[in-house]
């Protein structure tokens, strides 16, 4: 069974400029989450989505940052304009379930430096 | 405001001895809670969990023991193997808190 997949890997920009994650989840899960984890801490939940369906966007900067799963399969991750702490590495997970009992699948994360 | 501590940064042990690693949780209304386990350039892998109505869950050689009274979690490795080092997690979820997580520990198993 695929895993999450997630894309780029790195990424490099300059403060003020946009950049876009793509998170592809296990195929079946309904349920998609990205995480923002900064150096030395653990991941913080920014979304989660179930099917198509915002569930919780409360710790999400929605001044700069959006998210959207449209089809309720794969999703995207933006930020426009990026700051300086935005530096960090953006995890996308997928559950089988809406249980916060369901075990969460991580993919590989994209690595965000902001210059 | 941090939910869930993990006041170890780093735990150093040798090969065969026990590992255990710390965690400690403020939210009363967490109900259940999880270990993961993250490689250098992976996302994190779900190791073992607890559910509040129990003080112990046993995976092979993970155990989890939970402190309810003093909110307060450990994970114990038994033996520890080289191929254990790496960062763990404590994370803890509960009514309609999602998933929180400690800083990690990073475990090294010196051979």
Request: aromatic content about 12%; some cysteine; hydrophobic content about 35%.
């Amino acid at each position: 069974e695929a895993g999450v997949a997630q894309s780029p890997r790195y990424k490099i920009i300059e403060k003020r400029q946009s950049v876009a994650f793509w998170c592809n989840p296990i195929s079946g899960h309904a349920t998609l989450y990205w995480y923002q984890q900064i150096l030395g801490q653990g991941p913080k939940l920014l979304i989660q989505f179930q099917n198509n369906g915002v569930v919780d966007d409360s710790q999400l900067p929605k001044d700069r940052f959006s998210a959207e799963r449209l089809k309720g399969v794969d999703s995207t991750l933006k930020i426009q304009p990026a700051k300086l702490e935005d530096s960090a590495v953006y995890l996308c997970a997928s559950s089988i379930g809406t249980s916060l009992y369901n075990e969460q699948f991580f993919g590989p994360g994209t690595r965000l430096t902001v210059l | 405001d941090q939910q869930v501590k993990q006041n170890s940064p780093s735990l150093s042990v040798q090969e065969g001895r026990i590992s255990i690693l710390n965690c400690d949780y403020t939210n009363s209304m967490f109900d259940y809670f999880l270990w993961y386990k993250k490689y250098p350039a992976e996302g994190p892998t779900f190791l073992i969990s607890i559910s509040s109505i129990k003080d112990k869950n046993e995976d092979g050689r993970f155990t989890v023991f939970l402190n309810k009274s003093a909110k307060h979690l450990s994970l114990h490795i038994v033996p520890s193997q080289p191929g254990d080092s790496a960062v763990y997690f404590c994370a803890a979820s509960g009514g309609n808190t999602p998933l929180v997580f400690g800083k990690g520990t990073r475990l090294s198993v010196i051979a």
